[in-house]
DNA sequence: TTTT
DNA sequence: TTTT
């Protein structure tokens, strides 16, 4: 029986419109990227914004859900879980990582051209009952040569490859 | 003003002992790695475990009781915020990206070791009034040659080695 | 289409050992209570500790491993949402509340007896799908008269009735 | 040392305007309500909607915050403690109980008349390290004859009156 | 690349 | 009524 906890709560806005792709299997998957800013002082005493930036993943029906109401801009509620990926650059033969938001829950906030906010969330897809979820990543970047079919077909550990070695 | 919430809530146990240090500032920071497990069930219907390492960063005082209490193995409960830096690889010329775990809340849950429990969170470095935080080990590897050393390696069942270029 | 969040984490010691039932429509329910402690420091600085005690209620196969699992001292973490009952009071004609914790997720911790850590949280239940909670509460002070039934007879208001008209 | 975590997230729309006072240690205070709404299928398989209230105090500079920039309808983000405090009934002799949210960080989301957004918290207010709360409000009624004001009679849909010995 |  |  495993234990242990891994959870996030973001809220913050769409940097780009979500990329939705059905995978070989069926599943349905988006991705998005999500800024969050937050404000804290610096040692001179004044007022500094910070912004993270976090790779989102959401898959099945909530994944349908973001790509039908999220576009970029938009602010949203999100929870779901950290999952790091690594793989073998084959450009440098160097490991390297990606750091995902597996959301598994998501809420409008606000305006910003939304018709209101509404809530979703999975149901099963929770900590603990979890279907397999095939590790994926946009491709969006994989332009060039290898077009590394259109998706995560290597399992856990996912090629990546050319051009861009990372992140967004 | 900013607006965004980025929040992480962890509980697993430590895969190395913490790494505690002074920073140039004066500031100490503490970094070690903690596993996360869950349960799921993969598509033939079988569980599976899946385990999820991240890296933690404490700052402060903070950091002083995770050096002083928290041993490799130890089960914690932490709460922080996500944060992924990234710098230029001088070998390879790429830009690389590591995602942490700054941590504002600690807790030691049960047994192993520990003299029972106990409750630490920082005042005044949460979201919205966070002093100003030096990154920690942004640059260990910037240099040329690998610096190898201020870094954890270690932990149960992961490898470390040249190859690898970044998280643990 | 509903939009909020109303999310509950909560580390802390059973007060009791659960108390588990079968509600007429063939349900399963658990009750029992949970003490958080924390520290702070009063006003002359001197460390005090503040202990809050919750009402938590858990539903269906969840509620079946509550009362398989947990006794009274247990460690656990517990993931739930807030609902406050209301009813009026049979003996002064006034309008009494109680707040519970519904717990959608539950993770033993540390040891007191306990075979380790185990994590179980229930497909479906979770906000923005949940099935129908029929509203229950325990009725272990319901001795004298009115036995009320067994359970949580009358919907959303309960009527609650003689000698002690509250929490535990 | 004590141990526990006890943690709430909140987002919903204010009920009422927030009442900021201050109590005679110099302390300020504001009280509102919040409402939290999820969607469930029913057993018959249809949606349903169910509002949660939530009693809200907050105290010192993030209360000034709150009375400054929140109004009645506004959308919200909260995080704080859950908190149950008891009194006896001058009127009934009984014992009475009442639930409210210490809310220690707000963020304001979505427009609703706001000048946008933003995000506070509080800089030492949090578990392990909390400034000696007083108690708000906790005698109102504990008067014989219902001082009926100083509480929140208002709200959308809620409607108050003198039966009600407590919440709104 | 977002937002205020 | 729990726990340290």
Redesign the interface.
Known sequence: ?????????????LGSDPEVRQIPSGQTVANFTL?????????SGTM???????RIVVWGRLAEICGQYLKKGR?V?LEG????R?WD?QK????????D?VCN?M?????QGGS?????????Q????????PQARPQQNDQAAPPATSQPPSGPMIENNDKD???F
């Open positions: 029986m495993a234990r242990g906890i891994n959870k996030v709560t973001l809220i913050g806005n800024a969050t800013s937050d404000s804290y002082k610096d040692n500094q914004e910070r912004t993270e930036w976090h602010q509620y879980r950290i999952q790091t690594s650059d440098t033969g160097e490991k390297k990582y990606a750091t938001i829950e809420q409008m906030l606000g305006g209101g906010g509404g809530s979703y969330g999975d149901a099963g929770q900590q603990g009952s979890t279907p397999a979820q070695d990372l992140p």
